[in-house]
């Protein structure tokens, strides 16, 4: 056995007991090298687990493919496990902690016979942060080494600085819960029917069983940089958010930074880094999918991005939706989930241009345009590091962040949301955050298109009660000291409104900037608006559609405001609040009734 590189007494102590209950046959302390990824990376092409690509078109990269059952976050199987029922809330599944425990003891009693265990040091955020955000991940698979070294900061350097610090760290263990008995065959995605994501957010530790896929197994990600930390966040006054950040800078060199929220598979990652077809007009990409936010001495909100990589949304993704992801992926170093391989050893997917005449599909069967399914999973994934991002910000690496000047709600609604509209203020704000809805997504286990709330975008991300949470979206005004123009303002989005005959209203995509700009317009106390019940929107005539193919028909639908539309919204957010009882606070109730009386005088 090798010789533990740490004395962390803690890191210690937890690992041995992780390998008394899960038995591997080896422990390996990852270091991060570029030597240890060649190794793991070779191992898992040479067992079949991953196919390198040609390195003359996707350099030391690679092509995962999952079990057919195992392709996304398991929504009904993660658990919020608070010493009290009450503090998870009625929107996460809860079971206690003790039983909880005995549970999962049962199922990583030997789980990791046959295989290796992976200690994982790893940082969410940078290392010279103030308060570095350890983390540990014990792990079974090697595919989720390799992604962590992606996704996070993550090796020897990390432990150093963890023991040197004397700091504590997130205790996240992994297992895919599939042991191998002696001188039997792995198969190339172990998985186990029986899944559990579980949080324990009192003592900060994640357990997570039977599943490979992302959002489930790279544990630094939803489960730490989400699901605990948003409790760490509620109780230290800060924000842990399921955000975009970027840097947009107009013609006249102002800058701005922006925060979005938008649920799983609904355009954080393509915002983040758009190519806006407003000529003069430059974004640069801080972070697609999580923010850390805090309120600085100046009472401005700051964001910073923990993570390290992009683990997204490949469907879709090309050179006319998202160059600058393309030009990312181009430089290599990356693995690819669920896509199709093309005969020449590159990825393809749909959206990608027109579709070669043959491919190996994401279930390893042959494709061709005339095959009746898609050929990638549309929740296949690429994971690739941020650094090579063509138009990555330098505040990225910044550990004070970014301070934001705005914060776009989003959501995918067919009807009745109009393209932008602006809050009234902090806590109407807080009001289309706390309703936001949006049609489910392949990113869950789940139907896909039915319309659901999803407050903030962090509906399978709240590490607690959701009313609490929305309180604490409230108190946190006061970071601003009393100056509300500190506050960030807040806009609500709507990128995927349909016309009668199904198409979408709104190009999207670069054509994005366009909605940027009057929002900049807006920050700066100009851009016209109308006041409707639901906020301000924009007049037609205040969107800069300068060389823009939309018709005036299709503008004007896009930024409707359907009185009878939001009448049946009412009774929809009435259920919606009345879930949380006592805990929902009250000036969101007035924010309702205030509504309600406005569309009734519409
Ligand atoms: P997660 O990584 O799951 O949190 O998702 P995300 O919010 O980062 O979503 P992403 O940007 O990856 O977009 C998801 C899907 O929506 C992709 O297939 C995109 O092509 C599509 N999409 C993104 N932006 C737009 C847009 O402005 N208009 C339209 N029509 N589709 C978009
Ligand atoms: C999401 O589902 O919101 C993601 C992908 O960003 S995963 O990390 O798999 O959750
Ligand atoms: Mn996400």
Redesign the pocket.
């Known amino acids: 056995m090798q010789q533990p590189p740490t004395s962390h007494p803690r890191l210690l102590a937890w690992v041995d007991e992780v390998a008394a209950m899960t038995t591997p046959d080896r422990i390996v302390w990852c270091d991060g090298s570029e030597a240890e990824w060649t190794g793991i990376t070779d191992a898992l092409v040479d067992s079949g687990a991953l196919v390198r690509l040609d390195p003359a078109k996707k350099p030391n990269s690679f092509w995962a493919r999952t079990d057919p059952g195992d392709v996304a976050r398991v929504e009904e199987r993660t658990f919020i496990c608070s010493v009290d029922e009450a503090d998870a809330g009625p929107t996460n599944n809860w079971m206690a902690p003790a039983e909880m425990k005995t549970t999962m003891t049962e199922l990583y009693r030997g789980c990791m016979r046959g295989r290796t265990m992976y200690v994982v040091p790893f940082c969410m955020g940078p290392l010279d942060a103030p308060q570095p955000m350890f983390g540990v991940e014990l792990t079974d698979s090697p595919y989720v080494v390799a992604s962590m070294r992606i996704m996070t900061r993550m090796g020897a350097g990390v432990l150093t600085a963890l023991e040197e610090a004397e700091a504590d760290f997130v205790p996240a263990l992994h297992s895919v819960g599939a042991p191998l008995s002696p001188g039997e065959e792995d198969v190339a995605w172990p998985c186990n029917e029986t899944k559990y994501i579980s949080h324990f957010p009192e003592t900060r530790e994640i357990w997570s069983f039977g599943s490979g896929y992302g959002g489930n197994s790279l544990l630094g990600k939803k489960c730490y940089a989400l699901r605990i930390a948003s409790v760490a966040a509620r109780d230290e006054g800060w924000l842990a958010e399921?955000m975009?950040i970027m840097k947009l800078t107009s013609p006249e060199g102002q800058v701005r930074y922006i925060a979005g929220a938008?649920?799983?598979?609904?355009?954080?990652?393509?915002?983040?880094m758009l190519e806006p077809t407003l000529p003069g007009w430059k974004v640069e990409t801080v972070g697609?999918?999580i923010a850390w936010m805090r309120f600085g001495s100046d009472g401005r909100l700051w964001a910073t991005n923990p993570e390290f990589g992009l683990?997204?949304?490949a469907?879709?993704?090309d050179f006319h939706?998202?160059p600058n992801a393309m030009r990312t992926l181009a430089q290599g170093n990356s693995v690819f989930t669920n896509v199709a391989l093309t005969d020449d050893g590159d990825i393809w997917w749909e959206?990608m241009g027109s579709p070669p005449p043959h491919l190996t599909d994401w279930k390893n069967q042959d494709w061709t345009p005339d095959s009746t399914t898609p050929s990638s999973h549309p929740?296949s994934?690429f994971c690739t590091p941020i650094a090579q991002c063509p138009i990555l910000a330098d505040e990225y690496h910044d550990p004070r962040g970014v301070p934001i000047d705005a914060i776009l709600f989003g959501g995918?609604r067919k009807t009745t949301v109009p393209l932008v509209t602006e809050a009234r203020d902090w806590v109407h704000g807080v009001y289309l955050g706390a309703t936001l809805s949006s049609e489910t997504?392949a990113?869950a286990v789940g139907q896909v298109g039915v319309v659901r709330r999803d407050p903030m975008?962090m509906l399978p991300f709240i590490g607690y009660h959701a009313g609490d949470y929305f309180q604490h979206w409230i108190d946190m005004a006061k970071g601003a000291s009393g100056d509300a123009a500190k506050l960030p303002k807040v806009f609500y989005v709507n990128?995927?409104r349909r016309g009668d005959d199904g198409r979408?209203l709104?190009?999207?995509?670069g054509?994005?900037s366009r909605v940027l700009k009057w929002i900049v317009e807006r920050l700066d106390g100009k851009g016209e608006a109308v006041e409707t019940a639901i906020g301000h929107v924009p007049t037609p005539n205040a969107l800069d559609v300068t060389g823009l193919d939309i018709t005036p028909e299709d503008l004007a639908a896009v930024l409707e405001v359907d009185r009878d539309e939001w009448l049946a919204e009412i009774p929809q957010v009435t259920e919606w609040f009345t879930k949380f009882g006592d805990k929902l606070p009250a000036v969101l109730w007035a924010e309702l009734d205030a509504l309600r009386a406005r569309l009734a005088d519409a």
């Open positions: 399921h975009l938008f649920p799983s598979a609904c355009g954080k990652t393509n915002l983040a697609d999918d683990f997204g949304v469907p879709g993704t939706t998202n959206g929740n994934r995918r997504t990113a975008a990128w995927f979408f709104w190009p999207g995509f054509e994005n």
